[in-house]
């Protein structure tokens, strides 16, 4: 009976052994590929960082909650810029492990992750809460105040654009405003004009109603009035001559006497 109990012990620690020598396999295998790519400084081979993202999620799988793997999966996301997923692993090992100094550098990797996606707010932040956890970290202070400059910077050009924003936008309203103005005056002066304009015709219908009108007929009574006009003028004509009929009629009658 207690050789089947050692047999049944032993079996179960190799299991245990061959188990734990298949998750270390994959993170030796995960590790391999990642630096692999870090030798290659010429450009960032995400290839060879996808990898080993692979290789230590089959790792992590096997055993969820150790920190060093996570640690590495990570840092190989970080690498392959999926900042997003980066900072989601980070906050994730800050918020289970105990160490300080551990929560210290996921909380630093955390902030690192913000800063490349300009989350300057949020990393500014995970630097001073890694800060808390661990004082003495001299990068984590460097990175606290690159990151505060940036936002410094930021800030500076957020004022200077809105300043050009309101400098244009004062300029286009006094545009607008100068465009009115000119827009009124020439209304006025073309009101001004169609006044005088209208005085000047109401002057010259006054001066034309102040003058003597002339007289004027129709073509019928001038054709009247000059056939009156021979008629009488044919009329005093034969008067004349009978006039003068009568003096040499009498003149004849005192010669033949």
Do not use: C
């Not at 929560?103 to 890694?130: C, P, Q, T, V, W």
């Not at 661990?134 to 004022?159: I, S």
């Not at 000059?226 to 009929?245: S, T, W």
Request: glycine letters at 2%.
């Amino acid at each position: 009976m207690k050789q089947k109990y050692i047999l049944i012990m032993f079996l179960l620690v190799w299991a245990l052994s061959s188990q734990a020598q298949n998750e270390r396999k994959f993170v030796r295998q995960g590790n391999k590929y990642y630096e692999a790519a870090m030798k290659d400084t010429a450009h960032l081979d995400t290839v060879q960082f996808n990898k080993a993202e692979i290789e230590y999620m089959k790792a992590i799988e096997k055993k969820p909650d150790d920190t060093k793997w996570n640690f590495n999966l990570g840092d190989a996301l970080y690498k392959q810029k999926k900042f997003g997923e980066s900072a989601e692993k980070f906050r994730e090992i800050a918020d289970k492990t105990i160490n300080k100094v551990e929560k210290g550098r996921a909380l630093h990797n955390l902030g690192n992750s913000f800063l490349m996606s300009n989350k300057l707010d949020e990393s500014i932040a995970a630097y001073k809460e890694a800060l808390r956890n661990n004082p003495k970290d001299l990068e984590t202070k460097y990175n606290l105040l690159y990151a505060m400059n940036m936002k410094k910077k930021q800030q500076q050009q957020q004022n200077k654009d809105q300043n050009k924003n309101n400098k244009d936008q004062n300029k286009d309203q006094n545009k607008d405003q100068n465009k009115n103005q000119d827009q009124n005056k020439q209304d006025q002066k073309k009101d001004q004009d169609k006044k005088d304009q209208n005085k000047d015709q109401n002057d010259q219908k006054q001066n034309q109603q102040n003058q003597p009108q002339q007289s004027k007929i129709s073509k019928q009574n001038a054709e009247q009035m000059l056939q009156a006009l021979e008629n009488n003028e044919k009329k005093i004509q034969d008067k004349v001559k009978k006039v003068q009929a009568m003096k040499a009629e009498s003149k004849r009658v005192d010669k033949d006497w």
